[in-house]
């Protein structure tokens, strides 16, 4: 049973509402194949649903790579691409070899850090790494378009 206060719905659990970062790396070569499997494989093991899926998180390198456009296509989810400066970021489980080719200790890990929590740490294929974390940019967007329309509503003549 949920609870009410002041007239305001609770907020939304991330179990319920929240939508759910892919975050992703990947070899040049890697194929649509592989990399679905690897996300569905991903997504059953911390029981989400694909529907969530809002967000695919990668290196700007891998923008234009065909499966991660394939996989935003197939989850209606809008693709982030970043830099690598937004990807120096602690993980959990940070690479060497990653490290040593690319430059920084993560893609996968670090790129669904970006947007919030992780809900489930990397998991590997032979050419992709895939890690989920809950989309908080969604929030921050509607939490400053509410307290904007908040400010202005209160607003006298």
């Known amino acids: 049973m949920s609870e009410l206060t002041a007239g305001r719905s609770p907020a939304p659990t991330a179990s319920q509402e929240a939508g759910v970062v892919v975050g992703l790396g990947l070899r040049r070569?890697?194929?649509?194949?592989?990399?679905l499997a690897l996300v569905e494989a991903c997504l059953a093991a911390a029981?989400?649903?694909?529907?969530?899926?809002?967000?695919?998180a990668t290196l700007d390198a891998r923008r234009d790579h065909p499966a991660i456009?394939?996989?935003a296509c197939r989850y209606?989810?809008?693709?982030?691409?970043?830099?690598?400066?937004?990807?120096?970021?602690r993980v959990p489980n940070?690479?060497?070899r990653v490290a040593a080719l690319a430059g920084m200790p993560?893609?996968?890990?670090?790129a669904a850090l970006a947007f919030g929590p992780l809900l489930l740490e990397k998991q590997r294929s032979p050419g992709a790494t895939c890690a989920l974390a809950l989309d908080r940019s969604a929030y921050a967007?509607?939490?400053s378009r509410a307290a904007s329309t908040l400010s202005t509503s209160s607003a006298g003549p």
């Open 29 to 35: 070569q890697t194929g649509v194949e592989e990399l």
């Open 47 to 56: 029981g989400v649903a694909p529907a969530r899926v809002s967000r695919i």
């Open 69 to 71: 456009e394939a996989l």
């Open 76 to 89: 209606g989810a809008e693709i982030s691409a970043l830099p690598p400066h937004g990807l120096a970021r």
């Open 94 to 96: 940070p690479s060497a």
């Open 106 to 110: 993560s893609v996968a890990e670090a």
């Open 141 to 143: 967007e509607s939490a």
